[in-house]
């Protein structure tokens, strides 16, 4: 498994070394191949998925050979390459792309600040989610939920077949405890919910813990809403972090973007309750369900 997205990130930052090192612009690099400025752009930006002829023609014009041609045009292949996640349209406009970041992910750290994050999620909990969300769908749609509702949760349930595949990458998962708290579905569904991500925990490579809201995190910080880690096995390939918000999601890789978010999550996972309470926490929360 490999992420397209993040070989591509990473053909990107090579493609932007080669030209500045071969004291090229944009300009004179693609007058030198025979195509358009905005062309190579595109590619130094990741905004498309690479050509490989079109990346052979840059190498040959930079003078790249030996293993680092075999390297680049590898990864400019893998960069290409079309993910589960492409055939269902369906899954909702915001899905795919973390599936695409989790693909080839070797770990993947994780601080939910509102929800039950989405690797977790039982069906159920999901339906009552996209039925909830109404600020997620355009102004008008209402019976389109219940059939936009079966797309999105066959997408969770692929991404998570692939977090549990052989594998498949260390998962850990830090819930604020205002998650366990707040009355996001039914008694029923909420604490399916809250049972299953106990289950999950005992039964598969994920860690969960909860941050009480009473915690004291190292200098007061505050995470101002949720965000992942991602790190990959090639040490070429970006550490990346995806931060979401309400409607849309950023995407973060650069040293000085990424770096506030390691040390923010260092801070959360230092002050979070270890496993075994986390787990006997959620369980409680779940416990008191039970007779409403």
Not at 37 to 45: D, F, P, T, V, Y
Not at 108 to 128: D, H, N, S
Not at 148 to 176: C, F, H, S, T
Not at 204 to 218: G, S, Y
Request: charged share 25%; with cysteine.
């Amino acid at each position: 498994m490999i992420s397209p997205y993040v070989r591509r990130l990473r053909l990107a930052a090579e493609l932007r070394a080669l030209r500045t090192r071969a004291g090229l612009t944009h300009e004179q690099l693609a007058k030198k191949i025979g195509a358009s400025r905005a062309q190579i752009s595109r590619l130094e930006n990741s905004h498309v998925p690479p050509d490989q002829d079109d990346i052979i023609t840059i190498l040959d014009a930079l003078g790249v050979e030996g293993e680092q041609w075999t390297q680049l045009l590898t990864i400019a292949r893998e960069a290409a390459e079309r993910g589960w996640w492409e055939s269902n349209k369906a899954m909702g406009a915001r899905q795919p792309l973390f599936a695409n970041l989790e693909a080839g992910a070797t770990s993947i750290c994780e601080y939910q600040q509102t929800f039950f994050p989405g690797l977790m999620q039982t069906a159920e909990f999901t339906r009552v989610r996209v039925a909830a969300d109404w600020f997620h769908r355009p102004v008008g749609v209402g019976g389109e939920a219940a059939m936009n509702a079966d797309g999105i949760v066959k997408g969770r349930a692929g991404r998570q077949r692939m977090l549990a595949r052989p594998g498949g990458p260390m998962y850990e998962v830090i819930v604020d405890e205002v998650v366990l708290l707040r009355r996001l579905a039914p008694p029923a569904v909420l604490r399916a919910q809250l049972l299953h991500m106990v289950d999950k925990a005992r039964t598969e490579k994920i860690t969960v813990r909860v941050l009480p809201v009473e915690a004291d995190i190292e200098g007061y910080a505050f995470a101002p809403s949720t965000f992942s880690i991602y790190r990959y096995a090639d040490p070429g390939d970006p550490v990346v972090v995806g931060v979401e918000a309400v409607t849309s999601d950023v995407v973060l890789t650069g040293d000085e973007q990424v770096m506030p978010y390691l040390q923010m999550y260092d801070r959360i996972r230092a002050a979070a309750l270890p496993e075994p309470d986390s787990l006997h926490m959620i369980a409680q929360a779940a416990d008191r369900l039970a007779d409403i």
